[in-house]
Every structure is written in C-alpha cells, then in structure tokens.
C-alpha cells in the first residue's frame, strides 16, 4: 500500500494506492470522520462490476448509502445530468455532511465532483477512479466540471476530493485502448517533472498491458508527481499549467477530428510529439529529445502522428482554448527530458510549425 498526500493546508487529503481498496472504502471514509448517508455516482458500465462491492463495504461501516447511475459517456458530462443527480440527493435527502464516492472514470469523477461542489454548497466527496487515466491524473487536484454545448469543462470549479482511494486492479476490465490512453498522461509526467521515470517507463514499455507491479509504480509515481504540482499551485496560477503538456495541440485534434474519434489520451500523445517537434523548431532542445518522446510514445502503442488538419484550423481551434490567455498561444514547451518550460509563440511562428 502507497499513501501520497496532496498537501492543501487543512483540505489535505491522502491518496491511497492499494490492491483490493474497493472493499475497504466505507471503513477508510469512516477513519476520515465521515458521518450520515451516502451516495454512490456510477455509470452502468462500471457499476454492473465494481458497485455491489463499494456499498456493501459502505453497508458494513454503517453508512445507509444510495446508488446514482447516470449513462455512460462523454456526453452524460452536462448541466442536465448533474442535475438528475442534484434530484437524487433532494430526494434522499442527503444532509450537508454526507459523502459522495465518485465511482467511474474522469467523467463521473469530474461530474461528481461538480455536483459535490454545489449541492448545499459542498458536501464532501470521495474520488474512487477505475481509469488509468482518472487514477494518475483526474482524481487527483480537484479540477471538476461539467461540459457546455460550446465546449469541454466549461462549467466547473476547482473542489478538492477528501481523500482519493485507487484500486489498481480495477484495470484488469478496462479496455486495452483506454489503458493504452491512459498511459499518455503517465509519459507526460516523466517528461515534464522525471527523467529518471522516464528512462523506467522506456525500460518497461512492453510490460504495463500486464498490469503488474510496474502498473502499480507507475500510477504512484504519476500521483506524486501530480500531488506536488497541485500542491504547490492548487488553481493553475503558473507552475500547474506544465500538465498541459501536449493538451493545446491535443484538444485542437480531439475537436477537429471531431469527438470520438480520438481518444483524449491518444490525442495528448500526439499533443506531446508536436510540442516536442515545435520545441525543437524554436531551438529549445535538440532533435534527440523528440526522437527520444516519440519513440517511448510509439512502444507504449500510442500514435504520434497529426490528422490532416490544416494549419488555420489547428490555430482557431487552439485559439478557442479555455487555457489561451488573451487570445495568445501559450505552450507547454520541451527543453529537456524533465524539465519543460511555458511560453508564448507568435502565430506566424506556429503556423509555419505546422506547414512545415
Ligand atoms: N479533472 C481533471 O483534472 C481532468 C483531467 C483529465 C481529464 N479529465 C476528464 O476526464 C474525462 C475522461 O476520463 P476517462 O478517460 O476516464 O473516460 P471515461 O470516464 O469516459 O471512461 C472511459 C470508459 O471506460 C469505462 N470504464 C471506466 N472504468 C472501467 C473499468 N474499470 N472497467 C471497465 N470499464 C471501465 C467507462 O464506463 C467509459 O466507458 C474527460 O471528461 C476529461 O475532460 C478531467
């Protein structure tokens, strides 16, 4: 067992890392002092196998939880579902001090997480992630939202979890192509913060699909480094940006490829390939750099390679990027394994990148 604290003054919280947690998550609420009803958020898909579980361990504590399924998908991340939810809770009534668990991947973690932000102006919630990707990355920082018709994460608030509780063995269900996504957000970690995880995932590149204890280190070693960052810059106000590696080019490619056909993962991979070919254009680092990345993102069996989009698109879609500052294009930038820094590019700079 793994314990890593994201340290927030009085809202710090643990994030426990163990085989077999799924069971003992009611137990673990009730050591953190949480008392009344609680509620379970789940998807069917993720329910149907891992719920029973979750509340008879809530059961055996004492808690008298509730179960909320919403529909599984990307789509389900709305104002209309959370408020489905909201309607739950008012019907349970369920009392200011109640838990929620957030049982699911990043998008049940992130729509309860925004319920739990607002219903009777925050209620405690629980991150329980089943995703590679929602373990080593959206569980962990508090970001939560719901999507806008007019964009991703659009509505949302920075709300921190009381404690994240990760099973690594809940990825033995989760398909190969989410696992493989999932793995992106971990590459990310070694090349923006740890050489030396780097050099560990390269080494170890061909085994993760095992989901063996290699699995296991890599998901601490993304949370310590996540818990850091977030530590030091809760609400992205400089140092937090650097998780965006590869996100600027990435949501470009998610939105036009049109969504789906992109997983977000698969996405931020060729995000990152791009920002390491973009960093070298400047001059930021050399060629070997970006051979090195690509070739860690290619054995990991993630693509690098861009769609055929075309250079105007590529920058109106960056330019509607919730990160974009005052309509400049901010990047996430390479200048050695373990080290990147952010900075602005002028978009002639960016565009003769993207020709070239
Ligand atoms: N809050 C943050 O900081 C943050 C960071 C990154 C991404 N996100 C958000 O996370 C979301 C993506 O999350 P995701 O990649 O986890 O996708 P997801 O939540 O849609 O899960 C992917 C699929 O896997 C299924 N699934 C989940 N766990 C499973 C398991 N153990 N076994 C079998 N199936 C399982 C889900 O039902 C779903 O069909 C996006 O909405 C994104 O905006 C948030």
């Known amino acids: 067992m793994r314990t890593i ?26 050591e953190l002092g949480l008392k009344g009803k609680a509620a379970v958020v ?6 149907d196998i891992y719920a029973d579980r ?6 055996a504590a004492g808690y008298k939880p509730i179960l909320i399924t919403v529909p599984d998908g990307e789509e389900y991340k709305s104002i209309k579902e959370a ?23 990043g998008v049940i973690g992130d729509i309860t997480g925004f319920v739990a932000s607002t ?5 405690p919630y629980i991150q329980v992630p089943t995703t590679l990707l929602s373990q080593v990355d959206s569980s962990v920082g508090g970001k939560t939202a719901v999507n806008h018709p007019l964009g991703k994460n659009l509505i949302g608030a920075f709300y921190q979890p009381r404690a994240v509780y990760i099973d690594p063995d809940v990825l033995s269900t989760l398909p190969e192509r989410e696992v493989r996504a999932g793995m992106a957000e971990v590459i990310k970690y070694g090349v923006i913060w740890d050489k030396d995880f780097f050099g560990f995932l390269l080494k170890y590149s061909g085994i993760f699909f095992k ?9 601490e070693r993304s949370c310590e480094i996540k818990a850091e960052v977030v530590g030091k810059d809760e609400t992205e106000q400089g140092l937090r940006s650097i998780l965006n590696l590869g996100h600027t080019f990435g949501h470009a490619i998610e939105t036009g490829a049109g969504y789906g056909t992109f997983k977000h993962g698969e996405a931020v991979a060729i995000g990152m390939a791009m920002a390491a070919g973009l960093s070298v254009k400047l001059g930021l680092c050399g060629a070997d750099v970006k051979d090195r990345i690509e070739g860690l993102i290619n054995s990991i069996g993630l693509p690098i390679k861009p769609p055929g989009l075309s250079a105007e698109a590529f920058i109106e879609s960056m330019k509607l990027d919730k990160k974009v500052a005052e309509s400049r294009l901010r990047f996430v930038l390479i200048t050695e394994i373990g080290k990147v820094i952010l900075r602005e590019v002028g978009e002639d700079d960016v565009r003769a990148f993207l020709e070239s």
């Open 54 to 59: 979750v509340m008879k361990g809530l059961k």
């Open 211 to 219: 989901l063996g204890r290699e699995m296991t280190r890599a998901i």
């Open 5 to 30: 604290n994201v340290e927030l003054g009085d809202r710090s919280y643990p994030i426990v890392i163990k085989r077999g947690v799924l069971t003992q998550i009611g137990s673990r609420m009730s």
């Open 83 to 105: 408020s489905s939810i909201y309607d739950s809770l008012i019907t349970h009534k369920m009392e200011r001090g109640s838990p929620i668990v957030a049982l699911g991947g």
């Open 119 to 123: 219903y009777l102006r925050g209620v």
């Open 42 to 47: 789940t998807n069917p898909t993720v329910g």
